[in-house]
């Protein structure tokens, strides 16, 4: 304050001062003059230098409830919705899924389609109707034990943590499903598609479709299974089940092939058991989406 | 620093960084500290007569003033807001260390013989200067008044608004005040008068042969 | 009074093997902290996974606001943080990741959980090294503090946490409870504990439930009034202190040997003061026999609570 400011500021006082029901027409400014200049004494309160910085340190330090709600709101920012709903599904459920296991997944299937063009190429007799043998044989066991690994978390470790997220049990179970399902089906595919174009159309057992088929249908199945087992029992139950199941399949083709789901010899094409390997996985899905919806009570039943 | 050096200008900018603020930004936060930082460690300092003590409760109030900001109504300024959790930090303070010294020291607190055993315990903190001295004669709640209505310059309702008191108890709080301080100060003086008489008549009377 | 934030309604539970879990809990809460207390077994981790919409209830509703929380669930997550009391996090992720993987179930903007993750990361004290850890390699206050950094992620206008200070230490169980006062500001916290010290230190409500029943919803000054009356402490002899183990309505709080056959002991008793029942003749059990009443603290008025059900709710309280 300027001594201009502080000759103001004693006259207002003063004149509040003035109004002093108990000394009506009170003492004069002149009056209050040292009692003023007295105070004045105090007009200077320098806090030490570095105490306010400090504070205003200390508090940005701090969490601000609801600063990221505003910042987000400033920002317009909404959920998705509908196909891109299911995308961010999807793509939220890929941070399940450590190296290793895009890694091995690609291994086998890598390996069992350079086996099958080993078999193929050495002329080595196949089942008709059985192309691509190797394939048929590995990416069942890759799936199912795929969507056990997927499922690995659901009803333990990080569960709770997830499941008290704004996303369903039933989307993140079909988001990590279709992970595998799709990854799966995605190496096969061009594993398939390399073996049959190096192989070359004559040296093909068969159409490149139903070289396709043959493996599609027992991967949905096989996914399938596991998909059902690890939601009804749990991750590990689904991996022997489905281990058990396929090492039947195997020894199966082994001895009684005609018994055998994997393959069906003397039926080439689309047609059989992959349509009825496909619409059993769609009932063990559908089954398995049911139970996924019931997660919520199998927290408590862990519990109890 | 002067404690009223932010004018009008700067206080308009409080609801922009009250706002900002609550999306996280730090350095609006920040400006909110520095901008009130002074006129609210002056007020505590007038208010408790202890540099150290206001230096806490300082912070104290900014920490309230963090964690109200949510809640802040934008109808009532931030000054005021201020200047009514220092007030309210340092009569917590005054409680609480109060009723810790009657209860670990009865003796020493002296409630039995003294009008007011708050002030009394409060007496002891003040430092040996004349405004400082002065304002120790008044209650905490005359103190804040006054403190407000000289120091602060906010006016009589400005005052009722922050302390949260009728405009009349604050316009009889002011004129007690000032009253006593002027009795107080025309006291001192007429000590001062007639110590210096006596220490005159005393040199005299060593200088007789 | 504002409108509370949270409302339960006659809230019950039954597992499928019968027990049952939580009986007509029904409570309303504002903004602040509430401390969910009780022995083992009372349901509070039951009320809290409820809350954290992992677990549906047999019976009952809770409410948000106007929002009915088990009719919209996705939209009553979206505002709300858990942290588990077994929380474990996926041991081959990387800490970092497992926070982006949270934020992204919680729907936050891809462009914005990189930021995100540092800003709750470095509240809750993991630096960079840390969050490159794989999280089976962290400690286990690093792992809470992932639980708790990865709940506070959305910003939640609900924090529940179970447990929340078990097995950190005293500096890291200080730190924490500070944390979670000023995170309640204008929100809720709900955080149940075994240590009454905590809630004395940082709850605005107690939730004191037992046998899956709400015996009280109250702030903690109120919650020790209750004992006032019914807490003695003193000096007695061994065979006064066989006696007060023995009778019904008192529970020994502390008991410290002095030597010489006397004991030194606190207790709390749903006894009225003045009371001989059961007593030595002519020495009631209050002023006069070597115990005088005590101003109660939490934690008698905890074991006093626990003392008044198991009486049936007799006594003077």
């Given at each position: 304050m300027s001594g201009r400011e502080w000759r103001v500021n004693w006259e207002a006082v003063a004149a509040d001062l003035a109004e002093d029901p108990a000394r009506p027409g009170g003492p004069s400014l002149d009056a209050w003059v040292p009692v003023f200049a007295a105070l004045e004494e105090l007009r200077e309160c320098e806090p030490p230098a570095d105490a306010c910085e400090s504070t205003a340190a200390w508090l940005a330090g701090l969490p601000m409830p609801g600063a990221f709600r505003r910042r987000m709101a400033e920002l317009g920012v909404s959920r998705p919705r509908g196909f891109w709903s299911a995308l961010a599904v999807i793509r939220s459920q890929t941070s399940v899924f450590s190296l290793a296991f895009w890694a091995v997944a690609a291994s086998v299937i890598t390996l069992a389609s350079v086996g099958g063009y080993g078999v193929l190429t050495a002329g080595v007799p196949v089942p008709a109707g059985a192309p691509s043998l190797p394939l048929t044989l590995v990416a069942p066991l890759v799936g199912s034990v795929g969507v056990a690994y997927a499922l690995r978390s659901f009803g333990r470790g990080p569960w709770e943590v997830e499941l008290s997220c704004p996303i369903t049990p039933v989307g993140m179970a079909l988001g990590r499903l279709f992970i595998v399902f799709a990854y799966t089906a995605g190496l096969a595919s061009v594993a398939s598609g390399a073996v049959w174009l190096g192989i070359g159309p004559s040296g093909s057992p068969g159409p490149f479709l139903a070289t396709v088929f043959a493996w599609l249908g027992p991967l949905a199945l096989w996914s399938a299974l596991a998909f059902y087992f690890s939601l009804r029992f749990s991750p590990a139950t689904a991996t022997a089940v489905s281990l058990g199941f396929w090492a039947v399949e195997v020894a199966l083709l082994a001895w009684r092939p005609a018994a055998s789901l994997l393959v069906v010899p003397g039926r080439p094409g689309p047609a059989g058991a992959p349509t009825v390997s496909l619409g059993a996985a769609v009932l063990l899905a559908l089954l398995a989406v049911r139970e996924a919806g019931r997660s919520a009570e199998r927290v408590g039943r862990s519990a109890a | 620093m002067a404690a009223n050096a932010v004018g009008s200008g700067a206080r308009d900018l409080d609801p922009v960084d009250i706002a900002r603020a609550l999306t996280g930004d730090k350095d609006a936060l920040a400006n909110l500290v520095r901008r009130h930082w002074g006129r609210v460690f002056g007020f505590l300092v007038r208010l408790s007569g202890d540099y150290h003590l206001a230096q806490d409760l300082t912070q104290e109030t900014f920490y309230r003033m963090w964690r109200a900001l949510p809640q802040m109504q934008p109808t009532t300024p931030l000054t005021v807001w201020l200047y009514r959790t220092a007030h309210n930090a340092f009569v917590d303070h005054s409680r609480s260390w109060y009723n810790r010294r009657v209860v670990l020291d009865a003796v020493e607190c002296e409630s039995g013989r003294d009008p007011d055993p708050v002030l009394s315990l409060v007496e002891r903190r003040f430092e040996r200067n004349r405004a400082l001295d002065l304002l120790a004669g008044l209650s905490p709640e005359h103190r804040a008044v006054l403190t407000l209505r000289f120091y602060e310059d906010l006016s009589v309702e400005e005052i009722a608004e922050t302390l949260e008191v009728p405009v009349g108890t604050v316009k009889s709080r002011l004129h007690y005040a000032f009253r006593r301080l002027r009795e107080r100060l025309l006291a001192q003086e007429t000590d001062l008068r007639s110590s210096a008489r006596m220490r005159r008549r005393v040199t005299a009377e060593e200088a007789k042969p | 009074m504002t409108a509370p934030l949270l409302r339960v309604s006659y809230l019950s539970h039954v597992f499928p093997g019968g027990k049952v879990a939580l009986r007509d809990v029904d409570f309303e809460l504002g903004s602040g902290v509430a401390v969910v207390v009780g022995p083992n077994g009372a349901g509070k981790t039951t009320l809290l996974r409820i809350?954290?919409?992992?677990?549906?209830?047999?019976?009952?509703?809770?409410?948000?606001?106007?929002?009915?929380?088990?009719?919209?669930?996705?939209?009553?997550?979206?505002?709300?943080?858990?942290?588990?009391?077994?929380?474990?996090?996926?041991?081959?992720?990387?800490?970092?990741?497992?926070?982006?993987?949270?934020?992204?179930?919680?729907?936050?903007?891809?462009?914005?959980?990189?930021?995100?993750?540092?800003?709750?990361?470095?509240?809750?004290?993991?630096?960079?090294?840390?969050?490159?850890?794989?999280?089976?390699?962290?400690?286990?206050?690093?792992?809470?503090?992932?639980?708790?950094?990865?709940?506070?992620?959305?910003?939640?206008?609900?924090?529940?946490?179970?447990?929340?200070?078990?097995?950190l230490d005293p500096e890291g169980r200080a730190e924490l409870l500070g944390l979670v006062t000023d995170l309640a500001a204008g929100n809720l916290v709900i955080l149940s504990t075994h240590l009454l010290s905590d809630a004395e230190r940082i709850g605005d409500h107690i939730l004191f439930l037992e046998s899956g029943r709400l015996v009280l919803c109250e702030a903690p000054s109120a919650f020790v009034a209750g004992a006032r009356g019914h807490v003695f402490e003193g000096t007695v002899t061994a065979d006064e202190l066989a006696f007060l183990e023995r009778a019904p309505g008192v529970a020994l709080v502390a008991r410290v040997p002095l030597g010489a056959g006397r004991f030194r002991v606190r207790l709390v008793s749903t006894l009225p003061v003045g009371c001989s029942t059961g007593w030595p003749p002519g020495r009631p059990l209050s002023l006069g026999t070597g115990l005088v009443l005590a101003e109660p603290g939490m934690e008698d008025a905890y074991v006093y609570r626990r003392l008044r059900s198991a009486s049936g709710g007799a006594g003077t309280g």
């Open positions: - | - | 809350l954290a919409g992992v677990l549906r209830p047999t019976r009952g509703e809770v409410y948000w606001g106007a929002l009915p929380v088990l009719a919209s669930p996705v939209a009553y997550r979206d505002l709300l943080g858990y942290l588990p009391q077994d929380f474990s996090p996926y041991p081959e992720m990387r800490a970092r990741v497992f926070l982006a993987y949270v934020a992204r179930l919680k729907g936050l903007p891809p462009t914005l959980i990189a930021a995100r993750v540092s800003e709750v990361a470095g509240l809750m004290g993991l630096d960079e090294t840390t969050l490159d850890r794989e999280c089976r390699h962290l400690s286990h206050g690093e792992t809470r503090r992932l639980g708790l950094a990865a709940a506070l992620l959305n910003d939640p206008l609900l924090l529940l946490l179970d447990e929340p200070t078990s097995g």
